[in-house]
């Protein structure tokens, strides 16, 4: 469809995280497009949510922020926690929604966690050392030590509601069946040495939930956190997005 009306790229974070880690993606793609990088109830500034912490919740925040900021036309783009939420939010298809991109997402299914490992990271709530070892397990390409300070803050500063909440009930959440139908173009985005979900996982979980044709697009070496590792690829394929689908403005 040719529009004028400008594109505003609306992200969403990732567990522990804050709308913080889309900087260096934002720069990337100004001036051309607005990059709206928004804190979940709970984690990086934002407090616990009134609504609670489902999806379906978290979903609601961000509509009503959208309403708010009053865009004509938006992408959500969701990262692992953020993108079953952006799922979610996809699916009621409100007006101004221009297409979809998830960056190693959570799948609208349970997310695939062992007990071991959701007890493990329960009992990290608050720690530094667990935050520093929870870095090192989910980055793998090298970040600058700013970059590298702002996940960890991020990690400390998330509350313990919104922390215990998303492993005991929103990443276990099964949003699958309110997907269809999801018209707008889609995008994911993977990790190729992700540790937490590797591109299998979005290809079996998540992909068959989209319109065919959605690309699974792999950027090798990179693991978790990509808008940290890989914000140069991750910029290109949000840029390529748009333009491919005639979403820039003028077009």
Known sequence: MLTTAPLTFVCLHY???SGLE???VAGLLAPEYEVLGLDLGGFGAAPDPAGGYS???YADQIAAQIQESRLPRYVLVGHSMGGKIALAL??????????LVLLNPSPPTSEPMTDAERQTSLKAWGKPGAAE???RKIVVRPVPEVMHAQIVADNLRSTKAAWEAWLLHGSREDISGRLSPLTVPCLIIAGGSDPIMSPSVHGLETLPFLPEGTPLEIIPGAGHLLP???PTEVAALLREFAGKHMLAAGM
Not at 90 to 99: C, E, N, S, V
């Open 15 to 17: 567990w522990a995280g």
């Open 22 to 24: 889309w900087q260096a």
């Open 55 to 57: 999806v379906a919740a």
């Open 90 to 99: 996809a699916a009621r298809q409100l007006p101004g929604l221009a297409g």
């Open 133 to 135: 070892k929870t870095f």
């Open 228 to 230: 940290y590792e890989a």
